[in-house]
């Protein structure tokens, strides 16, 4: 298979050009007015998955029987009423292989769920499916959602469509490489400590991490359970919002989920915005947090926010004086509450069973041995050891007051400003191995990401022109808890 | 941090995770260093703040609880639909207690 090396966009001529050039709201709008239709679109993209795939590894189960049936029935619905066939009726979304479907494969990328059909779906699926979207397949990840480069899957990993060298980031690098390379309109991704902010940035697509309990967590596959949100991976920030018209709102499968009436995203995106207040915090551009940002993500950031005052904001220097702490409390906090969630692969509900166990003890220990990745190993090990007697309180406790301390930080700074904006990582997409061997080196990615998980804000990886290396960029923005609107309206001035 | 690589071992059998001698050997030192970064919390003088468990500040958490109501839920059949090994609709195991 011939390919350009900078995306796996069809050369141009190509009949389905027009049907991937669009984006989420683009093609919703042409499915409603009838000018394309929902299964020639399912096609295209099947297609260019076909073609793709392989190369790039963005999906690890495509439904392709799956997709053709629901777009056979979103073009029912939009030939009958196209308004009433639902917000994303016809529009293809792939969706993380974390997040349960109901009859589909569903592995979290671990051997350990190798063979496992969810009985039922993610409340994020109903939703999806209640919207009339098309889903195309189950995107690859770091094992568990495990890591920040999408290498830790243990099925292949997922390279960045700008340079197959490189990584696409993790752990939801399968949903923004398919993105990014036109394999999907739009994505799910789950977001722990930079999941979905991290690989968009790589792949120069949008993330948005929700504030914690916007989105119900009911079918995601639990890691950090006080950490972890769903949130879209999109072309751009109007598909975020129709993302979020569909995903947010109160599931009362899920008790975390907040009861606050969801706002209409899609609508106030084309309000008027108001000067914005913005907050760099000083921390983040100087050179306090492991040396700083590389030159070029400083310099793309530093451009974006003099295009943001050239638009109306005001930049502020704000301080986080705490955030030297965070990756250190979320590398305390994440495992602990992983080793306790993933107690739950023994080999006796589903799953992997080890072959002729000598007992109950015996099936256990060679189950969760020969089906965990080193890395989820790793973070079992370092979860128990954070929780076990004698360090709980010098650790778990600690880190736990941390997160008190980070949020103090927060609200004082949003007490002067109305948003915060830095870097998402420290450096662009890094090379496939450059990090494998040492895990702190790799745990470094989400210094600047932790601290929204952490403290439950939501936050936003916005795309920015590449650079002299030609690698995507891009900037981060923070916002009080529950103002998802005002992040992506500020993202907008931006495009 | 001086952890003990019988510590670790502990570590390992409470985590129900079983480790080679050899991967031992490669797993201790680099254990050691994440728990060098992680120990950085110890310079951080965070007494006087409430632990944070949860993932909202208190006033942003929904308080109240869903009504007790039985509402729908898996079949035994869908329940089972993955297990390794069911028998007579339960879940199998190993022998659990000695004739």
Known sequence: MSQERDSGKPASGDASDGILSWTAVQLRDRLRSGQTGAEEVCEAYLEQIRRHNQDLGCFLTVDEEGAREQARQAAKRLSRDPHEAGALAGVPVAVKDNIVTKGLRTTAASKILDNFIPPYDASVVTRLRRAGAVILGKTNLDEFAMGSSTENSAYFPTRNPHDRERVPGGSSGGSAAAVAARLAPAALGSDTGGSIRQPAAFCGVSGLKPTYGRVSRYGLIAFGSSLDQIGPITRDVRDAALLMDVLAGHDPQDATSSRRPAPDFSGLLERDRKPLRIGVPRQWMGDGLQGGPDPEVKRAVQQALEHLESQGCRIEDVSLPHSEYAIAAYYIVAPAEASSNLMRYDGVRYGLRADNPRDLQDMYRRTRTQGFGDEVKRRIMLGTFVLSAGYIEAFYSKAARTRRVLLEDYRKAFAQVDLIAGPVAPTPAFKLGEKTADPWQMYLSDIYTVTANLTGIPALSVPLPPGPSGLPLALQLQAPHFQEPLLLQSARLLG | ?99
Request: hydrophobic share 35%; no cysteine; charged share 40%.
């Open chain 2, 1 to 99: 941090m001086k952890i003990s690589r019988r510590e670790v071992e502990k570590i390992a059998d409470l985590s129900q995770l079983e480790y080679s001698q050899e991967e031992m050997e490669e797993f201790v030192p680099r254990f050691r260093e994440i728990l060098d970064h992680i120990s950085r919390l110890d310079e951080l003088d965070a007494q006087g703040a409430e632990p944070m468990y949860h993932g909202l500040p208190e006033e942003e958490l929904s308080e109240d609880l869903r009504e007790d109501e039985v509402s729908p839920v898996l079949s035994r059949k869908e329940a089972l639909q993955n297990a390794p090994e069911a028998l007579e609709g339960e879940f199998r195991v190993p022998k659990v207690i000695e004739s």
